[in-house]
Nanobody, 118 residues
Framework: VQLVESGGGLVQAGCSLTLSCAAS????????MGWFRQGPGKERESVAA????????YYADSVKGRFTISRDDAKNMVYLRMNRLKPEDTAVYYC????????????WGQGTQVTVSS
């Protein structure tokens, strides 16, 4: 599976941004999909994930109520809608494919930079 992110950029605090991830290769619908991020000087952390059947989702406490993950299996796409962005959301965001709610990640995208200015 190849994953390619897009949609990152520079935004002001309080604004919104949507990240997209295009998947190609093996059967997309058989994978759990999600987003991780790595901020400056921080470890990579899971932000949001959705199970292969869309029946379960996970959100980090820091983004609950602000971020929404969604997937379109017909288009092999996964999205991360980010609302009310904060400077602490600044990070490289990575799309990932794996098992369940990404307890195991099998594939990573190359990452897209999101910078939130105060």
């Amino acid at each position: 599976v190849q994953l390619v992110e897009s949609g990152g950029g520079l935004v002001q605090a309080g604004c919104s941004l949507t990240l997209s991830c295009a998947a190609s290769g093996r059967t997309f619908s058989s994978f759990g999909m999600g987003w991780f991020r790595q901020g400056p000087g921080k470890e990579r952390e899971s932000v949001a994930a959705e199970s292969c059947d869309g029946g379960s989702t996970y959100y980090a406490d820091s983004v609950k109520g602000r971020f929404t993950i969604s997937r379109d299996d017909a288009k092999n796409m996964v999205y991360l809608r980010m609302n009310r962005l904060k400077p602490e959301d600044t990070a490289v965001y990575y799309c990932a494919a794996g098992r369940g709610l990404l307890s195991v990640v099998d594939y990573w995208g190359q990452g897209t930079q999101v910078t939130v200015s105060s």
